[in-house]
């Protein structure tokens, strides 16, 4: 398996711009994580999915942030508008209750810089 | 509300030193405990995990040990290499309906020299 999928990698963008950051899990995960590491605040959890059902999104930490996921394997992370102290990495994770479900795996992270 | 906290912040030791890195939380009611390593730019991958009913788990040369009732877990690594410079995160989680939630520390940034 390829692993979590993130794209893009990178992005850049202008205050005020619209950001989607996109997630590709695990093939056969159930569970879906977006997160968000900064150096002042560590990584947090902003919200996760149960197979493709928003569990908890108390993390997200204004209306200007939405995630969906539309089915299993895919899910975006919106910004609208983008601030500068959106600048952070984001990372996608995954897990799977037939496994346990305490393994999360995460895929390679999203590094957003907002001008 | 639980809080994560690792110390050092940041560690630098010669290669071959044992080493133990530190992490401790507020609330004992966890449901397993893990550490992860993250290498730069990169994303988190597990290295142990504790059930909260465990005292310790080993992988190779790190060992990983769990006081729930002090809200305090260690992470051993011996004869450290450089390949092990990277930085270490523990996580605590609870878990609803099967799925765990986990709150992070904020690391600790390992260099092993060569």
């Known amino acids: 398996d390829a692993g979590v999928i993130q794209s893009p990698r990178h992005e850049v963008t202008e205050m005020g711009q619209e950001v989607t950051l996109r997630c590709k899990p695990i093939?056969?995960?159930?569970?879906l994580f977006w997160y968000r590491q900064t150096m002042m605040r560590g990584l947090e959890l902003l919200i996760y999915?149960?197979?493709?059902?928003?569990?908890?999104d108390s993390g997200m930490p204004e209306d200007r942030f939405s995630a969906k996921m539309p089915n299993a394997s895919f899910s975006t992370l919106k910004i609208q508008p983008s601030e500068p102290r959106d600048s952070a990495v984001y990372f996608c994770a995954s897990s799977s209750w037939l496994a346990g479900g305490e393994t999360q795996y995460f895929g390679p992270g999203t590094r957003l810089l907002v001008l | 509300k639980q809080e994560v906290t690792q110390i050092p912040a940041a560690l630098s030791v010669p290669e071959g030193e044992n080493l133990v890195l530190n992490c401790s939380f507020t609330d004992s009611a966890i449901y397993n405990l893990q550490w992860f390593r993250q290498d730069p730019g990169k994303g988190l991958t597990s290295l142990l995990l504790i059930q909260s009913s465990q005292r310790e788990q080993t992988s190779g040369r790190l060992n990983a040990s769990l006081d729930k009732s002090s809200g305090r877990s260690t992470l051993y690594i011996a004869a450290s290499q450089p390949g092990d410079s990277a930085t270490y995160l523990c996580a605590v989680s609870t878990t609803t309906s099967g799925t765990y939630k986990y709150i992070f520390g904020t690391g600790t940034r390992l260099k092993v020299l060569a």
């Open positions: 999915f149960n197979n493709n059902v928003p569990i908890d």
């Open positions: 093939s056969g995960h159930n569970s």
